[in-house]
Structures are given as structure tokens and as C-alpha cells.
């Protein structure tokens, strides 16, 4: 059974950092394969991309970035461990929501509850 379980969120001011994580277990060897990704529902709204990293043997991806967060945000994995964070600097008010994470390989999808950011001004 795939499980995502996030972690990191938290309360913070204008200006602070978080660094989520996000642990995943039962696709073992696979998660290299796995394309990897953050997104975001602020309360009320739909959910929308943050970041992305995909998935692959043999070579490096570059990572895709949600406009509002490049240079502030960066998404990275670390396929020993089947883990993915996110590290978030310079954080604003309009980056409150519950953050989640997504992995996805060759039509499999999984999501995880996420972990709630919230930045006051």
C-alpha cells in the first residue's frame, strides 16, 4: 500500500521558513521513477501547483516552479530515502494553505493529507 505522509507545516511571520517533507513508502525501488510535486489549497480554493521534480534513472530533472514561488521555494528528493521536501524562504501571507504531496509514475497517483503553513503578516 502507497502511503505519502507529510510533515514541517507550521505558523510562521512574513519573511520565515519552513521546510516540509514529505515520506513515502510502498513503491520501494520504484520511487526513482516516480515524478514528484508539491501543491498547495489555500482554504476555500481549488488546490494549484507549487513545484515539481520528475522522476527518472540516469539523469538529473530540472525542477518546474509555480511562478509565485521561484527563487523562494525549492523542491528536492532524496531516493534512498523515498523522501521529498520543500524548502521555503521569504515566506508571504498568500503562501498559506494546506501544503500536499503527489507522486505519480505511468498513469499511479498518489496524494497525502498534507501539512498545514500558515504565514501571518
Known amino acids: 500500500q502507497v502511503q505519502l505522509v507529510e510533515s514541517g507545516g507550521g505558523s510562521v511571520q512574513t519573511g520565515g521558513s519552513l521546510k516540509l517533507t514529505c515520506a513515502v513508502s510502498?513503491?520501494?525501488?520504484?520511487?526513482?521513477?516516480?515524478?514528484v510535486g508539491w501543491y498547495r489549497q489555500p482554504a476555500g480554493e481549488a488546490r494549484e501547483f507549487v513545484a515539481r521534480?520528475?522522476?527518472?534513472?540516469?539523469?538529473?530533472?530540472?525542477?518546474v516552479y509555480e511562478n509565485s514561488v521561484k527563487g523562494r521555494f525549492t523542491i528536492s528528493r532524496d531516493n534512498d530515502r523515498g523522501t521529498v521536501y520543500l524548502q521555503m524562504e521569504r515566506l508571504v501571507p498568500e503562501d498559506t494553505g494546506l501544503y500536499s504531496c503527489?507522486?505519480?509514475?505511468?498513469?499511479?497517483?498518489?496524494w497525502g493529507r498534507g501539512t498545514q503553513v500558515t504565514v501571518s503578516s
Open positions: 503527489n507522486v505519480r509514475y505511468i498513469g499511479r497517483s498518489y
Open positions: 510502498g513503491i520501494a525501488d520504484l520511487f526513482p521513477s516516480f515524478d
Open positions: 521534480l520528475d522522476g527518472g534513472v540516469g539523469f538529473v530533472s530540472s525542477p
